[in-house]
């Protein structure tokens, strides 16, 4: 009888802490710090050690929050046109059919699913490669999200888009059950057609509150009307509301591709569970005329994680 009691003491404080850390956080599995898995290192923009550091001019641009659950930051001006320019310049001879994976190894074409192109974009070579500027480029992203720690840029991509060319509804992120995913993403405009029509980066999940008609510079607002004036106190249909009223929930919008600027959202909840935000949920949108050529900066690493 004694070793049963034995036992049992055993097990109430094996088990006391974590029970006490589950029920003390509503419920909530409590974080496990993982260690890195293994991963192709090649995929991420790492230096090697003793790899000069290159010249970086400060950056100019200016952010809008359009939301806080997710994580939602408009950057404006984030690529200058001299980095638009060379960026194209040097995509042009790089550019193949994109392709999509189902399980992180192994991909292939479909274009019904992704239909456009892509070029990998070098991190080393002389003079006139460009690759000074894309270097720059992953150190202004890395600063933009405040040199955290267990985090690395993927290789930097473009994609370009022609007719009938799109990317159809996905998110950025896989499973972060251990700890460990793409934790964020930028979807960056490198360069648009005068008279592209179609191409809007679609979140049809998004959630907003009281989109203020200034967001038109960047987002498609066909709800606005030629009535409807530039502050708050009007309504999207132009109709005089109360300014003290609660702006009311919406939810989907549609990113213009407006060269130079950007998008950056976060793509898992903070909440340990390793869950993504069904927000993220996104599509890049036929062409259906003109072109353009968009960048993919997408960070990997360790999950953020807040306690309740």
């Given at each position: 009888?004694?070793s049963?009691?034995?036992v ?14 589950y ?6 599995r ?5 260690p ?5 290192e090649?995929l ?5 050690p003793g ?7 400060p950056h100019?641009?200016?952010?809008q929050?359009l939301s806080?659950?997710?994580l939602?930051?408009?950057i ?10 060379l960026l ?12 999509i994976?189902n399980?992180?190894?192994e991909?292939h074409?479909d274009?019904?699913i992704r239909?456009?192109e892509?070029a ?6 002389g003079?006139g ?5 894309v ?5 202004r992203?890395?600063a933009?999200q405040g040199w955290?720690?267990?985090l690395?840029?993927?290789r ?9 060319q ?18 964020s993403?930028?979807?960056?405009w ?21 989109l203020?008609?200034e ?5 498609e607002?066909?709800?606005?009307t030629?009535?409807s004036s ?9 109709k005089?509301?109360?300014?003290h009223e ?6 989907g919008l549609?990113?213009k ?6 998008v950056?959202?976060?793509?898992f909840?903070?909440?340990g569970?390793g869950?993504?935000?069904e ?5 890049g949108l036929p ?7 968009g ?9 953020d994680?807040?306690?309740?």
């Amino acid at each position: 009888m004694f070793s049963y009691v034995v036992v049992g003491v055993a097990l109430l404080l094996f088990f006391y802490s974590p029970l006490q850390e589950y029920f003390s956080a509503g419920g909530v599995r409590p974080h496990v710090y993982t260690p890195r898995p293994a991963i192709n290192e090649s995929l991420l923009a790492t230096d090697a050690p003793g790899d000069r550091v290159p010249d970086c001019a400060p950056h100019a641009y200016s952010i809008q929050i359009l939301s806080k659950a997710p994580l939602v930051i408009y950057i404006e001006n984030f690529l200058s046109t001299a980095e638009r320019e060379l960026l194209r310049d040097i995509s042009d001879p790089l550019f193949e059919p994109s392709t999509i994976t189902n399980n992180g190894a192994e991909a292939h074409q479909d274009a019904t699913i992704r239909n456009s192109e892509v070029a990998l974009l070098p991190r080393s070579g002389g003079a006139g490669s460009g690759a000074d500027t894309v270097r720059c480029i992953e150190r202004r992203a890395l600063a933009f999200q405040g040199w955290r720690d267990d985090l690395w840029l993927e290789r930097l991509r473009t994609q370009r888009y022609g007719p009938s060319q799109h990317y159809a509804h996905h998110f950025d992120w896989g499973s972060g059950a251990l700890g460990w995913g793409r934790v964020s993403s930028f979807m960056v405009w490198v360069d648009a057609a005068q008279d592209l029509e179609g191409g809007g980066t679609e979140f049809p999940y998004l959630r907003r509150r009281g989109l203020r008609k200034e967001w038109c510079r960047w987002v498609e607002c066909a709800a606005f009307t030629s009535g409807s004036s530039d502050d708050s106190s009007s309504s999207h249909e132009g109709k005089t509301k109360d300014p003290h009223e609660e702006p009311e929930e919406e939810m989907g919008l549609v990113f213009k591709p407006a060269p130079g600027n950007a998008v950056f959202w976060e793509n898992f909840r903070p909440d340990g569970t390793g869950r993504g935000w069904e927000e993220t949920w996104h599509a890049g949108l036929p062409v259906r005329k003109g072109f353009k050529v968009g960048l993919n900066i997408w960070s990997w690493g360790r999950l953020d994680y807040q306690m309740a």
